[in-house]
């Protein structure tokens, strides 16, 4: 695809693939049906102004469901991940969904499901100044906002109570455990 060259380089995150608002702009008007939009941001900032198209995934569980959905479908798509500046939340989902391909695919390195995954340079803020014709609404709530204090205390509780669940509790990836079984089975039956 011509329109996502040359990448942007950025020290923050330097091992993650971007792409600017034009370039954005660019895939949304090729219309070619393979394009996904993943909004990182809190259902209020993504209810107060979002870039059309665009699904808002903003937890580790919504990302390993639409990971699992995409596996089902084995569509060859260009996914996009972005948060308000693409600073955190939108590069921590994107490595997640990056990690949930390698474990996938963990005998078959270095194929991935997914291999065109891309962080939208700036984030929604840097997009909504270039193109707000293409957002629904064409509006922009920060994170911060000072109308929204009570729904980010919540998000972020939220999140918080399902990281304490989680590492509470001992799990183990199937992947992984299916692995080690194999290591041992060679090492102590295979001659």
Do not use: W
Request: with cysteine.
């Amino acid at each position: 695809m011509s329109c996502i060259k040359p990448f942007v380089n950025r020290r923050k995150h330097p091992d993650l693939i971007r792409l600017n608002a034009n370039m954005l702009c660019e895939m949304m008007e090729e219309k070619t049906g393979n394009l996904i939009l993943i909004d990182c941001r809190y259902s209020f900032e993504f209810n107060g102004g979002h870039i059309k198209d665009a699904i808002n995934l903003y937890t580790e569980d919504m990302i390993r469901d639409f990971f699992n959905d995409m596996v089902i479908s084995q569509k060859e798509v260009d996914i996009v991940f972005h948060c308000e500046f693409s600073g955190e939340r939108g590069p921590k989902m994107m490595r997640l969904f990056r990690q949930l391909d390698r474990e996938y695919n963990f005998d078959m390195y270095p194929k991935l499901l997914f291999p065109k995954l891309f962080l939208l340079d700036g984030g929604y803020y840097e997009f909504f100044k270039f193109r707000s014709s293409f957002c629904n609404p064409p509006s922009y709530v920060p994170m911060y906002s000072s109308e929204h204090v009570t729904e980010l205390k919540i998000s972020r509780s939220n999140k918080m109570s399902k990281k304490f669940i989680k590492s509470d509790i001992k799990t183990f990836s199937p992947i992984k455990l299916f692995g080690t079984i194999l290591l041992f089975i060679e090492q102590y039956f295979v001659v």
